[in-house]
């Protein structure tokens, strides 16, 4: 059967603008111009059934953005998300919107502000549940929400508990348990590890392996931590101001990053056995969003800087069985 | 002579079901141009350890015993007036979020010339001349017409930079740094340790670097403390602590962290959580979480004793050595 090779997600030039002009009044009076934000710019992946990917980047590259795309959250200004062979959005946007949800969950990335305070486990497990009428009475849910507890460790004993009554770690394994409640196939991981503690991290981390080696799930993992992403991913994916700049399986990715920006971020990893030694500090900063730079965005902060790069966007480009986004490299 | 000496401290916090005990007989010191690390899981007592130094302890929040010295001369018992001239004077302090340490409405350059003329008898101009050097010094580009910007108009990195100057705008001998780098991406991270460590070396000023982040602390401290439950785990020289920890929970927090160098396929995790300060076990507060408990950690509480070259708290390495 051809089903087994496709790939599960297909983002194709995937973009997101968002309107950040000025108040119509002020544009009439003061003449300002109207402002395209391009959070996400042009943006084409794939990731196959039970695989990972993970999206790595700076605060502000858009990594957030294409999650929420993913889930339906935003609507693409441009390009297209095909989910299973079907169009996610199109799915979205009809009454098919439910079965889609249902298949894609999102874990999102501070545990404080995910779970409702006034709500006890039992209630925020059970709310996919009941939504998408997966099960009939009050027996069965508690069943099933005890069932889901188990297999992130907790216990069925914590269902009339409230978030407050839970550490950091135990609040994220609570809303994995939700996100798991419809039995989705692929889920959206928008930083799910950044606001833990490291020994609560790994609790996190083994538990997302575990389930994915024992349902099959397939996982879109967003960090800005690039050891947690070498740990968790099959794929890495590069992001630097709304573009991908680098997508490599994560085995060529670190042991042979191609894109300057790649090896630049690599160099800035601190190494824990390797006391003492002084890091080489990354260049410069994130430009400006609203008004990136010409050419390669990266260009002024790249220490292999070419004429061509600062007028000529580099286009999206297959090199060595990886894809990258640059002139210099070959 | 150490510049600063912990000895024994005790911070309580008094609440309705009780007194609270949030840390437990902390002692350690820093040498002058020493790098120390604080490093250890939320609420291990990092913060209020920091908190404590620089007189900032938040009430009902009351150092109850033990005694912290500045140059040999107790400084935990001054009244907040005099404490306020020590505090930026003698000790500088850096928090983890740059744009909530400093005030929006005031342009960097007024706020760093108080600083100065706050603590030193320099004039406007002098002051606001030491300002934009202070801002040179901390790679802050066209430093003289930044001087005149609002904190709203850097970028975190800069803002971040902009407190370490305002830190070392009295040139202090001792400077608390809470988290400063938590806020800021890995790439300007490099940056601002990198600054911070080149700036104390040229000044010779002393730094207790408080942060949960063991990367930062392997490549910038000289020592480091590990804290559990508020108390000091080990503490000992970085490469010692690092890569041949005493302590089973030093051990199994290094282990917890994803290697850029190997290939597990899990990480070691170390179950359970940090205890509440009103549920602290009896005997090791670690004893209900470790992989090495034997009957006395249960019962008796192990001091910090010496360990293969660190000192850890631990009755495992009692007579190990």
Avoid at chain 1, 120 to 128: D, H, K, L, Q, S
Avoid at chain 1, 135 to 154: D, H, N
Avoid at chain 2, 21 to 39: K, N, Q, T
Wanted: proline share 7%; aromatic share 4%.
């Amino acid at each position: 059967m051809s089903e087994t090779t496709q790939p599960l997600v297909v983002a194709h030039d995937l973009a997101k603008t968002f309107d950040v002009s000025a108040p119509w009044l002020n544009r009439v009076l003061e003449g300002q111009p109207r402002q395209w934000l391009h959070a996400v710019d042009g943006v084409s992946f794939e990731i196959q059934r039970g695989q990972t990917l993970a999206l790595v980047g700076e605060s502000g590259c858009g990594k957030s953005t294409v999650a929420r795309l993913l889930v339906g959250l935003y609507a693409p200004s441009r390009g297209g998300l095909s989910f299973d062979g079907q169009d996610a959005h199109a799915a979205y946007q009809s009454k098919d919107a439910k079965a889609m949800r249902k298949r894609i969950q999102m874990i999102f990335q501070d545990p404080y502000a995910s779970l409702n305070p006034r709500w006890t486990v039992e209630a925020i497990i059970g709310e996919p549940l009941q939504e998408h009428g997966l099960i009939q009475g009050a027996a069965q849910l508690q069943a099933r929400v005890a069932e889901l507890l188990q297999s992130v460790g907790l216990s069925a004993l914590d269902m009339p508990k409230y978030p407050h009554q839970f550490s950091g770690g135990q609040r994220q394994r609570i809303s994995i348990a939700r996100a798991l409640a419809t039995a989705p196939e692929f889920l959206v991981c928008d930083e799910p590890t950044s606001a833990l503690d490291v020994s609560v991290q790994a609790q996190v981390l083994n538990i997302m392996k575990d389930l994915q080696r024992e349902r099959g799930l397939t996982y879109l993992f967003i960090s800005h931590n690039l050891a947690v992403v070498r740990h968790v991913s099959d794929q890495v994916g590069v992001m630097y101001l709304g573009r991908l700049v680098e997508l490599a399986d994560t085995h060529s990715l670190f042991s042979n990053p191609q894109h300057p920006y790649t090896r630049m971020l690599l160099d800035a990893i601190p190494k824990m056995h390797d006391t003492g030694r002084a890091r080489t500090p990354v260049q410069g900063e994130v430009p400006n969003p609203l008004n990136p730079p010409s050419g390669c965005s990266f260009h002024p902060r790249c220490p292999l800087v070419t004429e061509r790069c600062k007028t000529e966007r580099p286009a999206w480009r297959e090199l060595k069985g990886i894809h990258i986004a640059c002139h210099v490299a070959s | 002579m150490s510049l600063l000496q912990v000895d024994n401290l005790v911070v309580e916090f008094p609440s309705r079901h009780g007194t609270l005990r949030a840390l437990d007989g902390i002692s350690f010191d820093i040498a002058p141009g020493e790098i120390l690390g604080v490093v250890g899981e939320s609420g291990a007592g990092k913060s209020l350890t920091g908190a404590a130094i620089i007189g900032l302890l938040e009430p009902p929040g009351r150092i109850a015993s033990g005694s912290i010295r500045l140059h040999g001369q107790r400084i935990d018992q001054l009244s907040n007036d005099q404490m306020r001239h020590i505090r930026g004077r003698q000790i500088g302090a850096i928090f983890q979020d740059p744009l909530t340490s400093l005030n929006p409405l005031y342009s960097v350059g007024r706020q760093i010339v108080e600083t100065i003329q706050a603590h030193l008898p320099v004039s406007h101009q002098e002051a606001k001349q030491r300002a934009i050097r202070l801002l040179q010094d901390t790679g802050i580009p066209a430093a003289a017409e930044r001087i005149d910007h609002y904190p709203h108009q850097f970028s975190g990195g800069m803002r971040q930079r902009v407190v370490i100057a305002l830190a070392l705008a009295a040139e202090p001998q001792l400077i608390v740094a809470d988290e400063p780098t938590t806020a800021l991406d890995v790439s300007i991270q490099a940056q601002i340790i990198s600054l911070l460590k080149s700036i104390c070396k040229e000044r010779g000023a002393a730094v207790m670097l408080i942060t949960h982040d063991m990367g930062v602390i392997a490549e910038t401290c000289d020592r480091v403390a590990v804290m559990y439950a508020g108390r000091i785990a080990e503490i000992g020289p970085v490469h010692q602590v690092i890569n041949q920890p005493a302590h089973p929970y030093t051990s199994g927090l290094m282990a917890a962290i994803p290697d850029m160098n190997s290939d597990r396929e899990r990480l070691n995790q170390i179950d359970g959580a940090m205890p509440r300060l009103n549920a602290i076990p009896t005997g090791c507060a670690f004893n209900p979480r470790c992989p090495e408990v034997f009957e006395r950690c249960r019962q008796e509480r192990p001091d910090l004793m010496p360990a293969r070259g660190t000192q850890a708290a631990c009755w495992r390495v009692e007579g190990a050595v």
